[in-house]
């Protein structure tokens, strides 16, 4: 394998910069060309494709977004996008690939891998946290700190007024986000999708609070939760809670932004060069990831499918915490 190729695709995440610094400088290191492709899948359609060499990922490690750009491809989900992605590979003597996402980025890897088998490693970059095969993803860590900033400042106007606030976090499907922050916040409650909380449970516990004097209290929504959002869940409890005043803040894209916490700067460069030697000893259609602080590399099949279950302790640690 002489040349490789980097794309970042789907949602961002802060530290893909620095896995794709890693990758590049890596990749280099090991006497590899390699280009980096912008817009992700959409790019690769369209050969949108560049060499890149030591100083084109220079300051970038600190740096949140990122620099080769994404896209959630509609046209790589069709046999004949996908039919000239490959094209542009072979024309530009792409050898490997270097997929930088979630989910979505890796069921088109796997779909493109089974149709054209060009090696390809997967690094997990999402905030979401929802792969399976990796303890955390990039850009997980950035996104809680970045939300708990905003919710100790929320908790400042919350006890000032006497107020009850609705935070809703990121998330997708998944409550990692929510239960992160919750614990690190010292939220009263959070509703996670994969725990049922219903409308009632919540007034129960505020109501708790309420007969204990608790003047303000703050519940994390994950944005995925079965009750609805943030908005619409508190819009059903002021009716039952006439008596306290309810708000809601969606903090939504802004937890997606800004630079790179130590911890996810740290893993994507781990994840980077892992993808990098990933390759280069025959690996394919898997993505690296960091568990109990071990480098492993799972199948796109079961990091897709598989589920990263929640710890449980976790929720009951924030009930009882609260109290
Ligand atoms: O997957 C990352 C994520 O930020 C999710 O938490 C959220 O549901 C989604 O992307 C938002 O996507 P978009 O930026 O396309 O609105």
Known sequence: MKKIAVFTSGGDAPGMNACVRAVVRSGIYFGLEVYGIYRGYDGMINGDIQLLNSHSVSNSIQRGG????????????????????HGQLLKHGIEGLVAIGGNGTFTGAMIFYDEYKIPTVGCPGTIDNDLYGTDHTIGYDTAVNTALEAIDKIRDTAASHDR?????????????????SAIGGGAEMVMVPETRTTIHD??????????????SSIVIVAE???????????GKIKNELPMMDIRVTTLGHIQRGGAPTAYDRILASR?????????LSGKSNVMAGVMNEKLVYTPFYDTIHQV????????RMINILSS
């Open 164 to 180: 009850i606030f609705f935070i809703e976090v990121m998330g997708r499907d998944s409550g990692y986000i929510a239960i992160a």
């Open 224 to 234: 995925g939760d079965e009750e609805g959002n943030a908005t619409e869940i508190a």
């Open 66 to 85: 990122t620099l080769l750009k994404s896209a959630r491809s509609k046209e790589f989900m069709t046999a004949e996008g996908r039919r000239k992605a």
């Open 271 to 279: 994840l980077g060069l892992g993808a990098v030697e990933g390759l």
């Open 202 to 215: 919540v007034i129960d516990t505020l109501k708790q609070g309420w007969n204990r004097s608790k003047s």
């Open 308 to 315: 990263k279950p929640i710890n449980q302790d976790f929720i």
